[in-house]
Each structure stands twice: as structure tokens, then as C-alpha cells.
């Protein structure tokens, strides 16, 4: 009799168990990066925003998502220049990436015009965004790269003539080397190769 009992009970429970879906708890996700973002969801409870398991959040663009376990329940799957943080268990920020700062020491008598070169890793001075191409004086200054870069990386801008005093300065590319060319008036025209030395916090550009 005790056995049937127990039966019936666990029965009964099991009965209950099914009946009752899993309890969910709000979590908030904002963008606020300047990037669209694409997101992984894990243990959720299905929403109209949401396709299958992703959903996009445009720049400046929040949501809110049912799960049903507190884990890592977001992924950032998309490319763009944002980072994810959980700041709880109830709260996601999604902010812009901060590119990696190099001391540029350019000791070329002339200014020079960095470019991205489609490799997507420039960083405009001032607004730290993704830029085409950045300028730097001679002489010391700063510049920003979205990664750790090596010397292939620097990419210069060929410039024309660039009159200081009685010199002019030009900078080719033969190959896949920069050359620097002066010339002073009532002299021949000297042709010098321009070296890009790239370390841990540092970028040498000389001649």
C-alpha cells in the first residue's frame, strides 16, 4: 500500500513539475557603442525581436530578454568595434572599443599621412573611431591602432613635394619600401630609405 502510495506521489509531482514552466528573470542589454551589434542568446525565452537565438541591436538601441538560468547567457558574435560587459546578473552594456595607444616618433624633416589600407585597424586621433587615414607632424605625437600592429602594418601615404627652407622633401614607394628624397637647391637630388620600427609601445619612422 505504501509502495503504491509513493507511486501516485511521484506521479503527482511529476504532474506538477510539467505543468509549471522554469521561472525567467528580466536582463536589460544596451548598446551603447556606436556599432551595430549581433548577440548570441543562451537558455531564453523566445521573444519577437529575436531570430532563433540572435537578435541586432542598432547603436544606442536597448532590449530586454526573459532568461531562464543566470550563466553567460550573452555572446558578442558580431565584428564591429564593440566590447560586452556584464555588469550583472540583470544588466549587459555593449560600449565601444578602445584602440591601443603608440608614442609615434617620426624623424623625418616632414610630416606624415598614416593609412588603414582596408586592414580596418586605424583609429582617428580625437574621436578613437575607425579612420582611413591619420597625420602625423615630425617630430613626437600619438596614434591608435584597434590591435597590437608589427612594422607590415604601417602604411605611408607617397607625398609630393614638401618645400621647408631651400629644401624639397618627397616620399615614394618602390616595392614594398618607402623611400624619402631631398632636394637642395644647386645639389643633386639624394634618395634615402625610410625605416619603420614598430615595439611593444612605439613607432620609429627614420631615415
Request: glycine residues 2%; aromatic residues 12%.
Amino acid at each position: 500500500m505504501k509502495k503504491v502510495f509513493l507511486y501516485f506521489a511521484i506521479i503527482f509531482l511529476l504532474m506538477i513539475c510539467t505543468a509549471c514552466p522554469p521561472s525567467t528573470f528580466d536582463c536589460t542589454i544596451e548598446n551603447n557603442s556606436d556599432y551595430p551589434a549581433e548577440l548570441l542568446l543562451m537558455y531564453h525565452k523566445k521573444a519577437t525581436n529575436t531570430n532563433n537565438d540572435t537578435v541586432i541591436l542598432q547603436a544606442k538601441e536597448k532590449t530586454t530578454i526573459a532568461f531562464y538560468y543566470e550563466s553567460d547567457n550573452i555572446k558578442l558574435i558580431s565584428k564591429n568595434y564593440n566590447v560586452l560587459e556584464k555588469v550583472s546578473m540583470s544588466k549587459y552594456v555593449i560600449t565601444n572599443l578602445q584602440p591601443r595607444k603608440y608614442n609615434m616618433h617620426n624623424f623625418l624633416p616632414i610630416g606624415i599621412t598614416l593609412l588603414d589600407n582596408g586592414m580596418n585597424i586605424l583609429a582617428d586621433n580625437i574621436t578613437k573611431k575607425i579612420t582611413d587615414k591619420i597625420s602625423a607632424p615630425s617630430g613626437n605625437s600619438e596614434c591608435y591602432f584597434f590591435r597590437g600592429i608589427k612594422s607590415d602594418d604601417v602604411v605611408l601615404q607617397p607625398i609630393g613635394e614638401t618645400i621647408i627652407g631651400a629644401s624639397k622633401y618627397s616620399i615614394e614607394k618602390i616595392a614594398n619600401f618607402y623611400f624619402l628624397q631631398v632636394v637642395e637647391i644647386s645639389k643633386p637630388a639624394k634618395k634615402y630609405k625610410i625605416f619603420i620600427d614598430v615595439s611593444s609601445d612605439d613607432i620609429l619612422i627614420s631615415y
